[in-house]
Each structure stands twice: as structure tokens, then as C-alpha cells.
């Protein structure tokens, strides 16, 4: 049965096993790329599409309800990030999982059902996912760590070098599921009982940080997040967000709004380990830019950007 009369078949249900909740803005091949990977991957499982569209206007929308008239659609006249577009959803979906899927993430086959077959099997699991997959097939951070104030004065590299063990690493092979402290947003299934307990994504987030700080909250609930390593999925990473300063900066943004969250007391060392990094990368960048003349397209794409990050703090980091 194909993806559209499955889900006509299953309209009126009032109940489903998986909600596919996709955000988009403006990524018209790549939804459509994404909504045909549901319709040829997803089976046996009642499921529903919701389509929560940010103020598009390159024909998207349009084009997902013509090959795809089964979908619900949520469509907003302006960009209301990541958090607030996906709670939207969340308020409506039938499912008793909801399965996040950036609309750059295409599915492979039994991926969604082998997330919903562990979901089912694992009652402490608030949130899992799979391996993330660059289009050549190579491996992406599919899960990550809470950040902490000691980590990111060390880096993620001095840290993993010092304490090898203390938590899993993508490049590490693991042959069964395992624990971990949150997912890559980009495609992750969550149980809708964890959400109504630790509540929806917080919306002071636009983008970036808020998968992390939703499992925060649902670990402190003691729930648990896993990683399922043969569950893969593909990720055109950044195609959805864009790789200039204005994509950098909310991630400072959202950071920031992370720690002053669940770390208030290193705010100051925070912001002062961040900034002493960005003017260190400022330099480099700029020198490296001087010292060829400005014709390495890619250090001078970086020095643009690192310059926009270091301006930005010293504006103070205002929107």
C-alpha cells in the first residue's frame, strides 16, 4: 500500500502508532526527497504525516500536497523556529510516538519500524535514534552529551582524550543499542507519555540546543535516551539551516540560553571560554586569510564568519 492511501485508510483512526512530524522552510527538493522516502520505507505501522511549514515561499507546501495529499499541514506565514513549529504539531498528533524528521533527512528501509519496534520493547525510553549518515555514506554525531561548563573549557576533543570511557563517540562500533544523553534532532523518535510528563520543547529556542535540552528534562524525569546503531538514516547536514553567520550565531545563541538554563552559576565562565575561542579562531582565520593573499576561498569564509561571531559579542549577543 503506497504512502497516500495508507494514510487515507487511516484517517479516521483516532489513534497511531507513529506521528512523522517534518519542519520545513524553503526546502522544496529536499521535502519532497524526504516524504518519498516515508511513502517507500515506512510500513506496517499506522502512521500519520504532519507537515509544519515556517512561512516557505518556494513553492514547497504546494508541491508536498500535490505528490502527497495525505499529510496534515500546519503552514505559518512567518519562520517560527524549530521548537515552536514542532510543538504546533505535537498538540495534534495522534501518534503514541512522535517521529522527528528534518525535512534533509531521508529514511531507510525499516528505520522508522525498528525505532518503533525498540520504543515498544524499552518502557524506560524517552527518546532514541539511529545512525545519521552523510549521502556518501559516511558516519555524522548522531547523539551528544550534556554540555557542562567543564566540557566546553576543555573541547570536545581534550575531553574525549582524558576520559576516553566517560561516553560514547561516533566513531566508536557498537553492536546493540546504547545509552546515551540526547539525539541529533534530525531524525529521533519520542514517546509522547515522556513528553506529557516533561512537557513540549522550549520555545525560547529558534534553533539548535533544543533536542538537548528536551532530553535534559526528560532525564531529570528519569527517563532514559538510546542509540540504536543499525537504524540508519541519511542527512544532507545543514542543507535545512545554511552554513553562514546568521546559522552560527543561533547557535551561540541557543548555548547560552542552554546554560544560563541548567548551569546559571557558569554563566560568566561560559560566555568568557566562548569568546576567548572565538577571538583565537578571529586570528587564525584572519592570519591565515593574510598570509595567502585571500585566495583559499575557505579560510576566508571562515574568518567572515568567525568576525561576524566576535562582533556579535561585542554588541553583547543581542538578537
Not at 196 to 217: H, I, N, P, V
Request: proline content about 4%.
Amino acid at each position: 500500500m503506497d504512502f497516500i492511501a495508507f494514510n487515507l485508510e487511516n484517517n479516521n483512526k483516532n489513534f497511531m502508532d507513529i506521528s512523522i512530524v517534518i519542519v520545513n522552510r524553503n526546502t522544496k527538493p529536499l521535502l519532497l526527497r524526504c516524504l518519498d522516502s516515508i511513502a517507500k520505507t515506512v510500513k506496517d505501522i499506522a502512521f500519520e504525516v504532519w507537515l509544519v511549514d515556517n512561512g516557505s515561499y518556494d513553492g514547497s507546501v504546494e508541491a508536498a500536497l500535490e505528490a502527497f495529499p495525505g499529510i496534515n499541514l500546519i503552514r505559518n506565514t512567518e519562520n517560527l523556529g524549530f521548537a515552536a513549529a514542532n510543538n504546533q504539531a505535537f498538540r495534534k498528533i495522534r501518534g503514541r510516538y512522535a517521529l522527528l524528521l528534518n525535512s534533509d533527512a531521508f529514511l531507510t528501509e525499516n528505520a522508522a519500524a525498528d525505532l518503533f519496534s525498540f520504543m515498544e520493547n524499552t518502557p524506560d525510553a524517552a527518546m532514541a535514534c539511529g545512525q545519521l549518515l552523510y549521502l556518501d555514506g559516511s558516519k555524522q554525531n548522531s547523539f551528544a552529551r550534556f554540555p557542562t561548563p567543564f566540557t566546553l573549557f576543555l573541547g570536545d576533543g581534550l575531553y574525549q582524550i582524558l576520559f576516553p570511557s566517560s561516553h560514547p563517540v561516533k566513531r566508536q562500533v557498537f553492536d546493540k543499542p546504547v545509552q546515551v544523553d540526547s539525539c541529533i534532532g534530525a531524525c529521533m523518535i519520542v514517546r509522547k507519555n515522556a513528553m506529557d510528563q516533561a512537557g513540549l520543547l522550549d520555545e525560547r529556542y529558534f534553533f539548535f540546543m533544543e533536542e538537548t535540552d528536551w532530553a535534559k528534562s526528560m532525564s531529570e524525569q528519569g527517563w532514559k535516551v538510546y542509540f540504536i546503531p543499525w537504524v540508519k538514516v541519511y542527512h544532507a547536514q545543514g542543507k535545512s539551516i545554511g552554513g553562514q553567520a546568521d546559522s552560527r550565531i543561533m547557535f551561540y545563541r541557543s548555548r547560552y540560553k542552554y546554560f544560563k538554563k541548567w548551569h546559571p552559576n557558569a554563566t560568566p565562565l561560559v560566555y568568557s571560554s566562548i569568546l576567548v575561542k572565538v577571538i583565537a579562531n578571529t586570528i587564525l582565520n584572519g592570519l591565515g586569510t593574510l598570509l595567502t593573499f585571500g585566495f583559499v576561498d575557505s579560510l576566508k569564509h571562515k574568518f567572515k564568519i568567525n568576525w561576524a561571531i566576535f562582533i556579535w559579542h561585542l554588541k553583547g549577543c543581542h538578537p
